[in-house]
């Protein structure tokens, strides 16, 4: 293993152990990928984040194939779709934060109460119809919810971010979860008022030169 593969993995681990960390997953339900070369480096099935290291990092072909002796996630179907259908994304976060998993446990999309809904793209976050976890059958239905957006919810199941980095599609993943935690208590008070899609188009551009964002051209 050269330096630049060891650097990859160790990134892989940390915003793995990150999604623990920041409380949107628990026990091995998350699971996170980013592009490496000729393929992809994804976690691996059924391992804590506080066991898992950077030898313990699946390399996964587009083919689906992996080293010998190597189990990648249940979800490396749909990490390794998303990778090859996106070529703007080079990390991927899946995981079951509470308040994502709760609307998704509903099935329903988050709409545009808050102007940092742009940050996923479009004036909504799109939530998959239901479907066994790790097959292609959800993978295909992620990614029609992910069109033109960075992130989605899994009908009773979680949620995906997808980014040009895999730290900044951890940072999409909180961003997710906090403002389903917003919406949550806003419906408790009364009903949310939606902003205009013009008016979430506009933040879009703006989002565009803003943190992350301009840390990715950088």
């Not at 059958?137 to 979680?158: F, I, M, P, Q, T």
């Amino acid at each position: 293993m050269d330096t630049g593969e060891r650097t990859a993995r160790e990134r892989v681990v940390a915003v793995a152990r990150d999604l623990d960390a920041q409380g949107l997953n628990r026990g091995t339900s998350g699971n996170v990928s980013m592009r490496f070369r000729d393929g992809l480096l994804i976690t691996p099935s059924g391992l804590p984040t506080a066991r898992m290291g950077p030898d313990d990092i699946v390399p996964l072909a587009f083919d689906g194939t992996h080293p010998p002796g190597l189990k990648p996630s249940s979800e490396w179907r749909f990490h390794r779709d998303i990778l090859a259908a996106r070529p703007e994304f080079d990390g991927v976060v899946h995981a079951h934060p509470v308040h994502c998993t709760a609307f998704a446990m509903c099935g329903r999309e988050i709409p545009a109460v808050h102007y940092m809904i742009a940050a996923f793209g479009g004036p909504h976050v799109r939530c998959a119809p239901y479907a066994p976890y790790g097959t292609e059958e959800l993978s295909d239905l992620a990614l029609v919810a992910l069109a033109d957006r960075r992130a989605c919810l899994l009908a009773n199941h979680g949620m995906i971010a997808a980014a040009e980095s895999l730290e900044k599609a951890l940072w999409l993943a909180v961003e997710l979860e906090t403002l389903c935690w917003q919406y949550a208590l806003a419906l408790q008070v009364g009903a949310p008022l939606i902003l205009s899609d013009d008016e979430i188009a506009s933040t879009v551009e703006r989002f565009r030169g803003y943190g992350l964002n301009a840390a990715d051209r950088n």
